[in-house]
C-alpha cells in the first residue's frame, strides 16, 4: 500500500486546499442539516408519537438512524457536487491526473470509522428491542422478553381476505371489528387459517405476519383514544388490497360496555365456535375460482 | 475500411453462407427449435393427461392439470434445446466421432439465431433477449403505475394487477440476474483476461438459451390464469394459485439453472484462462466483481432450484412441504426462498459495482483508488450476504430470537459495501473528469446506490422495520438498489461498450438526454414512494386510501417519464444503428483496459497472439512530484 497522501498534503502549489474546502463544506452543511432534518422530518417519519408506546418507540429509532444517515449521505452527496465542480477535464484534452493507487491512513481511518458507527447501531437496535418488548413487531410464539402487569390478550385471526378478533378472557367472543382500550397492555395473539397475511395496526405501531398455525405474539399500549385502520401488509391473494378494517381505541368503560353488548349479541354464534386456541388447524386449500 | 464494410465483417463473421434459402431452414437451428419446442410442450401435455391424477386434490376440484403444464413446458424446454442442436455434441461424443468448435464457425447473421460458441456473439445475443424482456417488464411496470393513479381499482381487476406485478417483479428479479454478467461479462472477461473464448464455450450458449425459454414461459402465464404471489412465490398462497403459477415455478428453475451455469462457467474461465502474467492482482476490478457475482450464483441458485421443486411437486402431487395442513410448513418455503434471495439481490448489485469501479479510472484519468480495498469490499459482500437472509422475516414470527442477530449481520454488510464508496471517491479525488454518458452514469450509481444503501440501514433495525415491512418504503428501497445501482451501471456499460461490440458511436446528444430525463424522472419516481411507505401504503395492492391519491399521481406521472426516457434509448439505438452509422474509434475513451487494444470488429479468435501482461489496466495519471508522494507498485 502506498503511503503517498492521496489527499490535501499533496496538493501543488497554487491550488487550493481541496481537502480542508472539502471537510469544511460537508461539516458545515451537516451542522446546519443534521438539526433541520431531525426537527423538521423527524415528526413526519410515522404516525403520531404520541398513539402508543410502540409508535414513540419507532420513532426514536427512526430519527437516530436518519439521524447517523444524514452527515453520511451529505458526505457522498457533497462529495460528487464538489468532484464534479473541482475535478473536471477541458472538452476534448485528455490531461492525466495523479498516479496515487491508495492511501493507507485515510482507508484505515474508512473502516474504522464505518465499523463503529456499525456496531454501534447494532447495539442501539438491539437493546431498544429487548427493552422495548419487540416494538410491536411480531415476536413469535415465545417472545423473549414481554411487558410486566396484567395484558388483555386479543387473538388476530386472518383469513382471506378479513381479519376477525377474539378475545379469549371475555368469554371467547369473536368480532370483525377491533376495540380496544386506552392505556392497557395488549398482547396480540396472531394467527392465520389459510395463507400468510401480516396484521398491520399503522397508527398503534404494530406488524406481525399471519402464519397458518402459528400463534405470533406482538404486544402494543395504545395510549390516545382514536380511530385507526387494520391493513394486510403480506400479499394474499386477489383481495389483497381490499383486506383493511376500521378499529377504535376508546375508553375503559366504553370498552367494557362495547364488549358486553358484543358478549350477549354473539353468544348464539360463540357456543357454536371451536374452542378457543392459540392455532387453528387450517382448513385444506382450495383453488380459487 | 469505410462503415458499412466495418459493420458487415461485425455481423457477418467469417464465413458467408452461399446455401439456398431453403436448404439453411433445415438442421438444428431456431425454427427447429421452435418445432421441437412446441412439439414437446404437446407431447408433454398429453403425457400428464394420461397420468391418472384423480387422487389429487386439485384436479378432482378443478379442471386444472398441474403435472401436465409442468411436463408440457419440461419438455418443451428439451425440445427447444435439442432443435438448437445442443444434444449433437454430447451424442457425437458418445458415438465416438471427433469433437469440434463447430458451433463457432456457424454462418453470418444466422449465427445470433442460433446455438454460437462465439463469446462475442452470445454477449450480444443476451445483450438483445435481455433488452426484450426489460421492455416487457417495464411495460408491465407502466400498467402498474397507470391502475394506481386511481385508488381503486379501475384500470384492470385484481387479478389482472396481481399478475402484472408478479410478472413485472419475477421478471425484472429473474432476467436481471445476468444483466450485467449475460452481455458484458461474456463479451468482455476473456478480452479482459486475455483468453480467446470461455472455458465451456456450448455452456455459455446453454445459459443463454435457458434464460430466453424461460422468459416465454414466463409471459406464457397470462394463458394459465396469471398467478398472484409476486415475484415471492411464498407458500402456500403459491399452492393455492391456479396454473399460471407453474409458469413462474418453471421460468425462474430455468434461471437458476442458467445462472449456476454461468457462474461456473466465469469461475472456471477466470481461473484457468488468464493470460501469462496476469495475476490476481493485476486482474480488472470488473473480473473481480464477475468472479465474486459467479460465487454467489453458483452457491445460492441451487437453493431455488430445490426450493421451486418442492413447490412444483406440492401443487402437482401434493407432496405438502410447504403445506401446514399436510405437516409441511411455511416458514420453510420463506427461508429456503430468502436463503437464495437476499444473495439474489446482491447478485444483481455487484456486477454493477465492477461496471462503475472499472469505469471510473478511465474517465478521470487515475488509476483505481483503493484497489484491493475493493476486492475485500466485494468478497465481503459476497460472503455477508449468506448471513441475513432472516431480515426479511422480522415480523414473520420465525425465531424471533435470532433478530438481534440478523440486525447486526445486516448492518454490517453495509461496511464492505462502504469499501466501494470510499474507492470511488478516491478515485474520482484530484481526478481529470470528463463528464461522458457513462460517466454520468456512474455518478448517478453512486447517487442512487447511497439513497439505496442509507435506506437499507433504517430497514435493517427491527422496530423501524415494523412499521416499514411490506409497505412502499422497502419497494423504494430496492428500486434504489437495483434500478438505481444495476440499470444505471447497465446503461453505462452499454454506452461505454458499444463502440467495442458494434463498432458504431451512438448519438450523443440523445445519450445525455436519455441520462438527463432518466435521472431525475428515476427520483422522482422512487423518492416519494419512501414518503408514501413511511405514511402506510402496503406493497402491491391495487386500491388505498384517498388522502396517498395525490403523491400516487405524482408518481404514476413520474414514473411515464422514465418510461418515455428508455423510449429516447431506443429512438438512439435506432437511429445510430440504423441511420447514422458512424464508425467508432478502436478506443474512443483512450482506456489502457485489454479489451479496447483488439481491433474493432474483434477478430473471432480475439487475439493473434495471446498477450503477456505486466501491469493492472490501471494506468493512468502522471507520477506525482517526489517529495509530495510516489506511484505505488501495481495492484497497491
Redesign the interface.
Known sequence: ???????G????AGQPN?LRRFLTLWLGSSIVALPLVIIFIGP????AGGNSA?TS??IT??KV??G??TP??LL??T??LY??IN???E?GS??????????AR??SL??VI??VL??A??VF??V???S?S????????K??TSPSGPKIPVQVIAQQWLFTYRYPTYGGVETTSLVLPVNKEIEFN?TSL???H?F?A??I?????A????????FSKPTREMEF?V????????????MHNEARVVSDTAFESWIGEQRARLAPATKVLPGYSRTY????????E | MSTTDAQAQAVSGPAPDTRPVWRRLIGFNLLTAVILGVGGYYLGWFIGHQINTSSFAYEKATDENDVALLLAYAFGVVGFLIGLGFANYPVERFLGKPASLREKEGHGTSRYFGLCTDHKVVGIQYLVGIGLFLFVGAVNAMMIRTELLHDTPTFVGPNQYLTLVGVHGTMMMGIMTSGILGPFANYFVPLMIGARRMAFPRVEALTFWLLMAGGFILASTIFFGGFPTGWTGYEPLNDQAVMGMDSYIIFFALVGISMVLLGLNMIATIITLRAPGLTWSRLPIFVWATFATAVLMVLAAPMLIATLLMSALDRSISTSFFIVGGGGSSFLFQNLFWFFGHPEVYILALPGFGIVLELIPVFVRKPLWGYRLAIAGMLGVSLMSFFVWQHHLFVSGINADLRPFYMLSTEIISVPTGFIFICFMGTLWRGRMSLTVPMLFCLAWAFNFLIGGTSGVVLSDVATDTQLHGSFFVMAHFHYTIVGGLIFSFFAAIYYWVPKMLGLKFNEKLAKWHFWLMFVSFNSTFLPLFALGIMGMPRRVSQYEPHLLGLNIWVSISAFVLGFSMLIFLVNVIYSMVFARVPAEANPWHSKSLEWQVPTPVPVNNFEQIPVIDSDPYDYGTPIPIGAGQTAPAGA
Open positions: 500500500m502506498s503511503s503517498s497522501p492521496a489527499v498534503p499533496g496538493a501543488p481541496h413526519l417519519l410515522g404516525p410502540e418507540g419507532e429509532d427512526m438512524l436518519v447517523v444517515a453520511i449521505i457522498v452527496m462529495f460528487l468532484a464534479m475535478f473536471r477535464q472538452q485528455v490531461l492525466e491526473g495523479p498516479a496515487v493507487r491508495g492511501d485515510v482507508q474508512w473502516i464505518t465499523s456499525v456496531l447501531i447494532a437496535g438491539t431498544r428491542l429487548e422495548e419487540g416494538d410491536g413487531s411480531g415476536s413469535g410464539p417472545p423473549l396472531v389459510d395463507v400468510i401480516s398491520w399503522f397508527q405501531g404494530v406488524k406481525a405476519d402464519n397458518p398455525g402459528v400463534d405470533n405474539i406482538a385502520e391493513h394486510c401488509a403480506e400479499l394474499c391473494g386477489i383481495w389483497h388490497g381490499a388447524t387450517p382448513e385444506p386449500l382450495r383453488r380459487a
